[in-house]
Structure formats: structure tokens, C-alpha cells
């Protein structure tokens, strides 16, 4: 039904974003409108139930399709696999409750300006506006364009000019009242959910109203005992639920409460600086910054004076940032796109903390407002923890597809039910509740409760390993998990870098390592003075504070840092600059200090920091640092060491961190702010090289090891350069010995030639001295056969991948098959990443420190971060210990996880089917299992193996091969379709044998020994049972035969079901579990050999002769060895089931699977020193290179 719409009835919205909707409008329909309250009303509340359910039945049922222009409700599809439905009601937003304040009338000028979205969505002459709010983001419905836009930000066309003009006064008074109607607060407010909310949210699940109709049922049956033990554990359950939820909401709401109430200064046009409250503000509006210490209550673009910004809270890493001003350019282009450097320098966002303004030549810092409440870059994470992505795992379909199989074999079961009571003349409301009792026992109500209790022991055993987990379903993924991208700074490596040495150089080329740790002081010169203050540190409270790169390099200077105005004057330099001086105990330095007196900060895009500074009392300087090849490329060729390249091979090779230094002299006669840095980095001479230490982790090596051995795949993910993250993986063991490493280099398209791709594969020289300049990148001719099956590796940087991704798509799964390292990746990069390795069908787990690693986090199937900064609120797990041992620990849990929860399914499914088959049998005769022989099987057998068959904890060996990932794995279901098959028969033989014994026709009493006579009168003959039998006269030789049967045969499936090795500790070490079999058969045994009168009557069971009784031991010890035997000879034989495989044929659908095959099939892969061309410049498909073997995959990537 919502398909087939006419244009205008659908649009897209946040189109190419990662929600992005499909929207459709209806008009509510009086008539339909009618008809479904009374539907309602007739159905008792169920039908508003299922539109409950079903938000897009609710929309069908009760509206009519039409134009979004016309439309009062709308209903929102996403665009992704899952096609979740939701709808929302259209609302007007009237401008005439300004009317008071100043006469707004349809011709007035600040409305006629249709270059802004929000006058392009006031309808005139009624001064309205319609919008629809979709999970916390305000939308308006532009008049002009035909459609729903987002509202709450400047717009992206705006040009840096037209900023500072149209906004660097400030708003009227007016403009911001229409505006603050318009896009209403700016808040981030996230209310504390109340708990009857939570409360009805969650009984409002089919599995609770499931329950519900069964607990009614069977209080209607007078089976209450087990309906209030289902009502005690659907309470606990709800409760537990109902508390962690509302945990999450008080800490989410306390997380974001206090950005709500922060006091500003804004410049109003007309009217001067005023405060007010945050939340009043609005985009466009101009923030006044003071020098106190301050939260960024929105996102804003600075355009007048510098800042540094704490930005922990998006990056993970308190490390101080220099924003710089918008520059104000004579461009029609988008402000965001008008310089190669990052625009987000220019940016404070939300969320972080100013902790210094400074304004230029004395003047006020000044900033406009991008963006307002969930619009900012915080509450764009605010809202990824709200509204997370939907978790596909076909463990959770498969259930669904399991229950539907059960309640299609209950829908059997009532039929057969109905057909049986009906012919023997039960009366009506008797049959009606037989047949609803079969739903009951086939559908097992306790499922749910146990499969929680599963995962509420696998997250306290990971709560023990200081690993906390905030999306519990996730760890049954972890299972699953056969790729892990690891970032590398922080993670592999240790967070803090050690200053190793320096290299300078002259004209003769680089001299002599000068090595910090001797003590010696570095001499003075130009090498000293950049290491003195081309840095972004700063003084906060007396300490210093910045870059842990900057502090190392600083500190091995012995210089300290002052403020100019307070001990340091230096004429023409303004109050309040850094400078930086030599402390008295540094060695002889002919100047008495360093002025700073202008940044351009380092960018990951620009790979390079510069600093203009002034000598004291003398000349003009700029320095530069940053990745060395980037430095090299500003520098006067003759500068530069002709062994440049060489020198370089031989740190990074070794896994030192490099990072290059070069000045140059300025013409005083410019003012710092009319030198752009265009200017300033050209013309540099080259100073040398500074060298650090990046040591691993020592839990690294052996992590990785454990991860490999166990065929689970790890690729680095790193910022930092690609020769040191090449060396990282070799020394880590990422990348083994013997194993090569294939260089892929890919090329934009430039205007003469197209976009290309070159392989080069790199030797490791294993013994590197450093006086040496011979090659340290050997060029092999030609490729050795152990360079192939998986014994190459590929390593590419952020700039290659992205060039691929654009151009050369359908090569990129053949590279991301062998892709292990991937250096100088954005944070983009990583996510886009990390997507299209889960486009392979690969489940990818991603840990990371919280720096630049939020998006990968939230994008992997499971997100492990080692960082407990805000930034990783919306990571699944957060491991307290800042390693990555935790890896091996998630997935060792996950694994038994997942495990237990097959083996409740089994079990669960076994216990339903044997409790059904039983009763099916029984009704052939009209009779049943009698309340309390039911409790006894519910309660004290499959309730009490429910809570404890789940106490097995993870095996502590990983193991080469993953546990089944669904439900409707062939092994899976052969064990619980022979196991159903196996109680089925053993009831049909008990049921048919019992009624074949000479003494089922006797008197009751002399089917027992003499001894037991006196139960004689306690029982009735078993022959011509009567038609009307009530609960008390349900006692029979058949109904006692199939109750033993059935009980013991729960006790014996959940033995076998329990499984061990090689994903849980084995069966014998969960004590509790097997203590508790050990009690129920004792006591099964003793009720079935111990004549207790009492006891029996209690529950409906008849005397049997001894002989018998040992015939029932005798069928269930059968039923327990061949189940045995099948269960650990076929169903667990992992090889045998290989073998059969082969036999069929059978091959892994996985895109992984099929790639790895083709690939092992061609002997042109991978092409060393082959040059593919994109047809065309900027082509975003066409590859000449090409292979006959992925043609025919590639609609499927």
C-alpha cells in the first residue's frame, strides 16, 4: 500500500545523508477516521494495538494519499535495509503571535528577502509556516522548492563575505524573534523519560501481550500458581528493563542539562551587547566571547579574533585547539569550500569548552551562530545515542521466523484440538480454552526471560574485566566478529611519544644525531628557536598545556613561556602574546626571548602548523612543522638534503615518528595580520629532522597474535604517516615475516590525465645502519609465489582510498580483501571504511581511544573504545583497561553468548515440543496433564534450567572457526528436528505400550504390589474414561506414563544441549547447572519408584507396577544415549559436516567468500607495476583495468 505515488505525493529527505527518510503525504479521511474507532472499540483495544505495531496500518487505515503540499500527516520510510516506518502530524506555526511586538504584515522587508530558507517558508499573506519534527530536528516546508528542509542552521551557499556582511553586526530584534519562532530553541533537551512511559512502552511488546493473554488463559484454567510465577518474572524483566533504560535517560539528560543554561553576550543590531540566555539563541545571531572560561552553547564561525577550544568532547583528547578567524574573501564560493584547508579550524562547536579568546588589536572575539539545538555537532551526538542504527543480525530475524514456526505448529495443534473435543461433546467453552492452551505450550512464555538472563551474566562477567557495555543485544554480535580495525596512536602504541632526537642539516646535508637523552643541550640556531615556539601551546592556570607532541619537543628546550604585558615588554608586540624564553639554568642563548605572534594551526588536512614570530629586539621570523614530505614541498629545493628521502625511509621503517622543521626570514615592513599564509610558507629553508618514539603497547603483540592464530582478520586504521604504520603492523605482528607489503598508490585526475593506480611492493631490509643511504624500498621485478594466497598485504593511504573509492570502485573489494594498513585516514575515511568492509559481509569490530574514532565506533557492528570521554558515550563497550586485551575478552564472551542463546532456543523449542506432543496424545483419549503436573514441569524443571543452563562461562581459548550465526543452520536444525522426532516416538511408543499391559484393564489396585493396595482408593479404572472429566479426574495409566516421560525427558534434553567447548567452559565446570539436574532427576526418580500416596494424588498420577516403571527408565535412558550419541557424532562434528560440504558442493554466500575465490583464481592479482587508468578525468566508474571474474560480482557490492 505506500508505493504507488504520483509525483509530489514522496521526496526524499536528507538526501545522501545517513538518515536519510522517504517521506509520503496523506490527508486524514473523516469517514476512515470513523470506521477505525469503531474498529477499536469492537476489538477491544487490539486494533489500536497493532497500529501500535505497525505505524504505517495506523496511516493506510486511517488517511488518504496526497500531496506533501497538502498533506496534515506524513508518513517517513528510511532508506536502509531495514525500512523502518514512522509517521508525524503536520503542524502550523502562525507569525501572527508577533503581530504585537512590531506589525508584521506580508509586505514587510524582513520577510520579502526569499534568499533565506525561512522566509521561503512563510506563507503570505497568512504569515504561517508548516513543518514536521523528525527525531528532534525541525523541518519547514519551502514554498518555493516544493519541499521539507531542515531548519536550525545558516545556510551552506552563504560565501565568507556575505557572512561577515550580512551577520558581523548582528541581528535586529525583529529577525531574531521570526527566527526564534521559526526554528525554535536552541536546547538540546533530552527529559528524563517517565517511568510509566518506559512502563507501558514496554509491556506494549507482543512478547508481554503474549504473555498477558496466557496468564488470563490459564488464571480462567485455575493454573495460578505458574501464571503468578510468569507475573513475578515478567515483573522482574519489565523492572529491569524499565531501570536501565531510565539509567540511560538521567545520564544522558545530566549529560547534556547544563548546555541549556548558559548565559551569552550577543551584539543585536541597533541596540548593542546584551545578555541573555542560551537557549534564546538563534543562527545568524553574533556571539560576543569574553577571555573567562566558557561551553559553547551552539556552533558558531568565528570571524573576528582566535580561540582555544578544548574539544574532548568530540575528539576524545583534551588537547587544546587554535581556532583562527573566517577570512573575509572576495568569493561567490560556500564558505566551507573556499580554501584546500579545513574549514572546521574556522568553527567552535558545540559542546566544547573556550578556555581563551583572544581579539585582534584589542578588539572584541566575535562569532556568528551556525547551528542551534540538535542541529550542532553535539547534539548530532546526543541524537546518534537517541535514535541508534538498527542492528542487523540474522540471529534476532531468525527468532522471529522460530516463533512463527511455533505458533503455525500450535495453529495445527488447535485444530486437531478443536476437531477431537468437538466429536466427543466437550462442552463449548471447555474447547475453546483446550485449544487456546495449545498456543500456550507450544509458544513457551519463559523464552524471552531466558534469553535475557543469558546475556545479563555475559555482561556481568565483562562488568569484572572493567568492560561496561551500554547495548546489551550487541553482545551476542560480538560472537560474530571476524575483522577488527584497530586505530594505532593510543591503541596499539602508547598514548605518549618520547623525544628520541633530532637530525639537523646544512648545505653539506644531515648532520649527526643529536640525542636528547645524553642531556646535552641543543646548540643555538635556527633548529632550536623553531623547536622553542613554532608549537600551539598554551598557559592555562600557570601550567602548560597542549599537544602531547608539542610539550615533548618543548620541554626538551629548557625554555619556558610568559605573557607579554605582565613580566616581558617588547615594543610592537601586542598585550597578552606568547612569548617563550630561556630559563635561567639553559644554556648561553644570545636572545632574550621569542614573541609568537601569529598561528596558522595544524590541520590534519594541511599536515603543517606555522607560526610568525618576532626575536626580541630583532628580526621577523616564520617557522613551519609537520609531516616531512608536506615540509619538504614548501622548501627552496637547495636546501633540502639530497638523502632526504632515504633518511627519512630509515626512521619510519623503524617506527619512529618523523616530523620536519624548516623557517624562513620575513620583511618587518607587513603587518602579521596582512601576511596570509600563502605568503608566509613559501621560500623556507629546510632546518631538519625531529624524531620520536612511538612505543607498543605491551599487551599489543600477544593480542594480535590470539587474533590471527584464531583466523580473526586486523587491519590498522591510523592518522599518522604510512612507512611508521607499516612498520607498526611488522612489529606488532599484524603483518608477519615473510609476508609482503604491496604499496598502492592511487593518483587524482588532473586536467591532463586521468585518475590512476600504481603497486609497489616494499621489502623490509632487516638490518638498517644508520650511516647508510643504500635503498631502504626495494622495487622487486617480480613477484615470489609465497606472495600470494594471503601472504601479501596491501598498505594505502587516505588519499589513495578515497581516489579508489571515487574512480576505481570496482577494484576497491579486490584491495580492501588484502587491505591491512591504511595511513593519514580522516575520520570520514574511517567510517566510510569501515562501511565497506561490512559491504564485503564481513563483521567488523572497531577499537579505538575516542580520538577521531566516534564515527568508525558508531559505524562497526561492535564499537570497543578505550577512552571514557563523552565522545564515546554512543560506543557499545568501553573498556576501563587502556588496552586492547578487552578485544579477545568481547569476542571469547560473545561467543558464548551467542552459543547460549542457540542452546536456550533448543532447548526452549524442545521443552514447548515435548510438553506439546504429550498433551496431544492425551486429548486423543480427552484427557490432560493436570495443573499441578504442568507447575512441575514449568517451574521446577525448565524454569530452574532456564536461569542456570546460562551460567557457563566463555572458554579461554580463542578457536580458528565461529560459532553458527543463525538459527536455521543445518546442524542446528537437524538437532532439534531428530530430538523432537525422538520424544515424539518415545511418547507414541509409552502411550500405545501402556495401553497393550495386561493390567491396564484390571481395577486400579492390582496394577500395583500388594504393598501399594491402599492407593487403591485413591484411584479410579482407567477404562471407559468419562466424557466430563474435571481437573481432580484427569488421573490415568496413560497420563502418568506420559508425564514421567515427558519431565525426565526435559532433564536429559537440557544435558545434552548444554554444550562446552570450544566457545563455553565446559559443562561439568557450571556447578550449578548440574547440581540442579542432578536434584530434579533425583527427585523425578524418587516421585516415579516411591508410592506416596498423598504425593500421587497431589498430582493426578496412578500406581504402576515396578516392572513398568523400570520400562520408563529404560525408554529414557534409550532416548538419552542415541540423542547422545547423534548430538556429538553428527550434530558437533565439525569435520564431518565439512566433508558433507564438499560433497553438496556447498560454497559461503558471503561477499568475502566469493571475492577470496576468485582472487585465489587469478594469476593476474594483484598487478605489480601495472597503471590503471579511469577513462575519464573525474569518472567515477570506468576502470581499464578489468577482470572478466568481478564483472559479473560487482552489482552485488
Not at 486511517?62 to 498533506?71: D, G, K, M, V, Y
Not at 562569532?367 to 540538535?374: D, E, I, N, P, R
Not at 606472495?787 to 573509492?805: D, N, P, T, W
Amino acid at each position: 500500500m505506500g508505493d504507488h505515488f504520483e509525483k509530489g505525493q514522496q521526496a526524499l529527505l536528507n538526501e545522501g545523508e545517513e538518515n536519510e527518510m522517504e517521506i509520503f503525504g496523506y490527508q486524514t479521511h473523516g469517514c476512515r477516521k470513523t470506521l477505525c474507532l469503531a474498529g477499536s472499540i469492537f476489538s477491544f483495544g487490539i486494533l489500536p494495538l497493532v497500529f501500535y505495531w505497525r505505524p504505517a496500518w495506523h496511516v493506510w487505515a486511517n488517511c488518504i494519499p496526497c500531496s506533501l503540499q497538502e498533506a496534515d500527516v506524513v508518513l517517513l520510510r528510511t532508506t536502509d535495509e531495514f525500512q523502518t516506518y514512522s509517521w508525524k502530524k503536520v503542524v502550523w506555526i502562525y507569525l501572527s503571535v508577533l503581530d504585537n511586538t512590531f506589525g508584521l504584515t506580508p509586505d514587510h522587508p524582513l520577510i520579502t528577502d526569499e534568499e533565506c530558507i525561512i522566509n521561503k517558508a512563510i506563507k503570505k499573506p497568512d504569515l504561517k509556516v508548516r513543518c514536521i519534527k523528525v527525531q528532534k530536528i525541525r523541518y519547514v516546508w519551502n514554498n518555493l522548492e516544493g519541499q521539507f528542509q531542515k531548519i536550525g542552521s545558516l545556510e551552506d551557499w552563504l560565501s565568507s563575505a556575505k557572512i561577515h556582511l550580512k551577520f558581523g553586526s548582528g541581528l535586529t530584534r525583529e529577525e531574531q524573534e521570526i527566527r526564534r519562532l521559526i526554528c525554535g530553541p536552541n536546547a538540546i533537551d533530552v527529559e528524563i523519560t517517565p517511568i510509566w512511559k518506559l512502563l507501558i512502552k514496554e509491556v506494549l511488546n507482543p512478547f508481554y501481550i503474549f504473555q498477558l493473554f496466557s496468564v488470563c488463559l490459564w488464571f480462567s484454567e485455575d493454573y495460578k500458581e505458574y501464571a503468578f510465577a510468569i507475573i513475578i518474572m515478567s515483573i522482574i524483566s519489565i523492572s529491569l528493563t524499565v531501570y536501565d533504560l531510565r539509567e540511560q535517560s538521567v545520564k544522558l539528560h545530566h549529560l547534556v542539562e547544563s548546555h541549556n543554561s548558559i548565559t551569552v553576550s550577543v551584539c543585536r543590531r541597533k541596540a548593542g551587547i546584551e545578555e541573555l540566555e542560551s537557549r534564546f539563541l538563534v543562527p545568524g545571531d553574533l556571539l560576543i566571547l569574553t577571555g573567562n572560561k566558557m561551553q559553547m552553547p551552539c556552533d558558531a564561525v568565528l570571524i573576528d579574533g582566535t580561540c582555544v577550544v578544548n574539544e574532548g568532547m568530540l575528539t576524545g583528547e583534551s588537547i587544546p585547539v587554535t581556532k583562527t578567524p573566517l577570512p573575509r574573501i572576495d568569493s561567490s564560493m560556500p564558505w566551507k569550500t573556499q580554501s584546500d584547508a579545513d574549514y572546521k579550524r574556522h568553527v567552535l562547536f558545540c559542546g566544547t569548552e573556550v578556555i581563551q579568546a583572544k581579539g585582534a588589536c584589542s578588539g572584541a572575539v566575535r562569532a556568528v551562530v551556525l547551528q542551534t539545538g540538535f542541529n550542532t555537532a553535539k547534539g548530532d551526538l546526543v541524537r546518534s545515542i537517541l535514535y541508534p542504527k538498527p542492528m542487523n543480525f540474522k540471529l534476532y530475524r531468525d527468532a522471529i521466523r522460530f516463533l512463527l514456526c511455533l505458533v503455525g505448529t500450535a495453529t495445527i495443534g488447535m485444530i486437531y484440538t478443536l476437531c477431537v473435543f468437538v466429536l466427543s461433546g466437550e462442552r463449548p467453552e471447555e474447547v475453546v480454552k483446550k485449544a487456546l492452551d495449545v498456543i500456550t505450550i507450544a509458544v513457551p512464555p519463559a523464552l524471552p526471560a531466558a534469553l535475557t538472563t543469558g546475556i545479563i551474566y555475559a555482561q556481568r562477567r565483562l562488568r569484572k574485566r572493567d568492560i561496561f557495555c551500554i547495548s546489551p543485544q550487541r553482545i551476542n554480535v560480538c560472537g560474530q566478529l571476524n575483522l577488527i580495525c584497530f586505530d594505532k596512536t593510543g591503541t596499539l602504541t602508547r598514548d605518549g611519544l618520547d623525544l628520541w632526537g633530532v637530525v639537523p642539516c646544512d648545505k653539506n646535508g644531515f648532520q649527526e644525531v643529536h640525542s636528547f637523552a645524553s642531556g646535552r643541550a641543543l646548540p643555538w640556531g635556527p633548529l632550536a628557536a623553531a623547536m622553542a615556539s613554532c608549537h600551539s601551546l598554551i598557559l592555562l592556570d600557570e601550567t602548560i598545556q597542549g599537544d602531547p607532541l608539542d610539550l615533548k619537543m618543548f620541554e626538551a628546550t629548557n625554555w619556558e613561556v610568559a605573557i607579554s604585558g605582565d613580566s616581558v615588554h617588547i615594543k610592537g608586540v601586542p598585550a597578552h602574546a606568547m612569548v617563550v624564553k630561556p630559563c635561567t639554568t639553559a644554556s648561553q642563548v644570545p636572545v632574550e626571548g621569542i614573541a609568537i605572534l601569529h598561528q596558522f594551526p595544524f590541520s590534519s588536512a594541511l599536515q603543517r602548523m606555522t607560526v610568525i614570530v618576532q626575536e626580541v629586539g630583532g628580526d621577523w621570523l616564520a617557522f613551519m612543522k609537520g609531516a616531512p614530505e608536506k615540509v619538504a614541498s614548501f622548501c627552496r629545493p637547495e636546501t633540502v638534503p639530497t638523502s632526504f628521502v632515504s633518511e627519512l625511509q630509515s626512521y619510519t621503517t623503524q617506527g619512529f615518528r618523523v616530523i620536519a622543521l624548516a623557517y624562513r626570514k620575513l620583511d618587518t615592513d607587513h603587518h602579521t595580520i596582512a601576511l596570509t599564509r600563502d605568503k608566509v610558507e613559501s621560500d623556507m629553508a629546510f632546518l631538519g629532522l625531529l624524531v620520536l618514539e612511538n612505543r607498543l603497547k605491551e599487551e599489543t603483540k600477544p593480542v594480535l597474535e590470539e587474533l590471527i592464530s584464531a583466523r580473526i582478520r586486523t587491519v590498522m586504521v591510523t592518522g599518522d604517516n604510512l612507512q611508521t604504520a607499516i612498520t607498526v603492523a611488522r612489529k606488532s605482528g599484524m603483518i608477519s615475516e615473510g609476508q609482503k607489503v604491496i604499496l598502492i598508490e592511487a593518483n587524482e585526475s588532473t586536467g591532463s590525465s586521468s585518475a590512476s593506480i600504481s603497486w609497489k611492493l616494499v621489502e623490509e631490509n632487516k638490518h638498517i645502519v644508520y650511516g647508510n643511504q643504500d635503498n631502504y624500498i626495494n622495487i622487486r621485478e617480480e613477484v615470489s609465489d609465497n606472495s600470494r594466497e594471503g601472504s601479501y598485504h596491501f598498505a594505502l593511504s587516505g588519499k589513495s582510498f578515497q581516489v579508489i573509492s571515487q574512480h576505481f570502485s570496482s577494484l576497491l573489494p579486490k584491495i580492501l580483501m588484502n587491505g591491512t594498513v591504511f595511513a593519514r585516514m580522516s575520520p570520514a575515511q574511517k567510517s566510510s571504511l569501515v562501511e565497506e568492509f561490512q559491504k564485503l559481509d564481513y563483521f567488523v569490530g572497531m577499537c579505538g581511544d575516542g580520538a577521531n574514532d566516534c564515527g568508525a565506533l558508531k559505524m562497526a557492528h561492535v564499537g570497543i573504545s578505550l577512552s571514557e570521554h563523552e565522545a564515546s558515550v554512543a560506543s557499545p563497550f568501553t573498556s576501563k583497561t587502556p588496552n586492547i586485551e578487552c578485544v579477545p575478552h568481547l569476542i571469547k564472551e560473545g561467543r558464548a553468548a551467542l552459543v547460549t542463546s542457540f542452546c536456550m532456543f533448543k532447548y526452549m523449542a524442545l521443552y514447548s515440543m515435548i510438553q506439546y506432543v504429550g498433551v496431544l496424545l492425551l486429548y486423543w483419549e480427552t484427557n490432560s496433564l493436570s495443573n499441578y503436573q504442568f507447575l512441575f514441569q514449568d517451574l521446577a524443571i525448565t524454569t530452574l534450567i532456564g536461569v542456570t543452563m546460562n551460567l557457563n562461562g566463555a572458554y579461554p581459548k580463542l578457536v580458528p572457526f565461529r560459532p553458527a550465526g543463525r538459527l536455521i543452520s543445518p546442524p542446528l536444525l537437524l538437532s532439534v528436528i531428530f530430538n523432537i522426532l525422538l520424544s515424539l516416538a518415545m511418547h507414541i511408543v509409552g502411550f500405545i505400550l501402556v495401553q497393550r499391559q495386561p493390567w491396564y484393564n484390571m481395577e486400579m489396585h492390582s496394577a500395583c504390589t500388594v504393598q501399594n493396595e491402599t492407593i487403591s482408593n485413591l484411584t479410579t479404572p482407567p477404562t471407559a474414561p468419562e466424557k466430563d472429566r474435571s481437573d481432580g479426574d484427569l488421573a490415568s495409566f496413560e497420563n502418568t506414563t506420559i508425564w514421567f516421560l515427558g519431565t525426565i525427558n526435559c532433564i536429559i534434553v537440557a544435558l545434552i544441549f548444554s554444550k562446552g567447548k570450544p566457545f563455553r567452559q565446559p559443562t561439568y565446570k557450571n556447578y550449578i547447572f548440574v547440581l540442579a539436574l542432578i536434584i530434579q532427576l533425583a527427585v523425578c526418580l524418587f516421585i516415579l519408584f516411591a508410592d506416596i500416596p498423598d504425593f500421587y494424588r497431589r498430582l493426578d498420577l496412578l500406581c504402576t507396577p515396578l516392572l513398568w516403571r523400570v520400562y520408563i527408565v529404560m525408554m529414557l535412558s534409550c532416548n538419552f544415549l542415541v540423542s547422545l550419541v547423534v548430538e556429538e557424532a553428527i550434530i558437533e562434528n565439525r569435520a564431518l559436516w565439512m566433508i558433507i560440504r564438499r560433497c553438496f558442493g556447498y560454497q559461503s554466500k558471503s561477499q568475502y567468500r566469493i571475492w577470496q575465490r576468485a582472487l585465489a583464481n587469478d594469476p593476474s592479482w594483484p598487478p605489480l607495476y601495472q597503471i590503471p587508468h579511469s577513462d575519464l578525468p573525474g569518472c567515477g566508474q570506468g576502470v581499464s583495468y578489468s577482470n572478466p571474474v568481478f564483472e559479473s560480482n560487482e552489482e552485488q557490492l
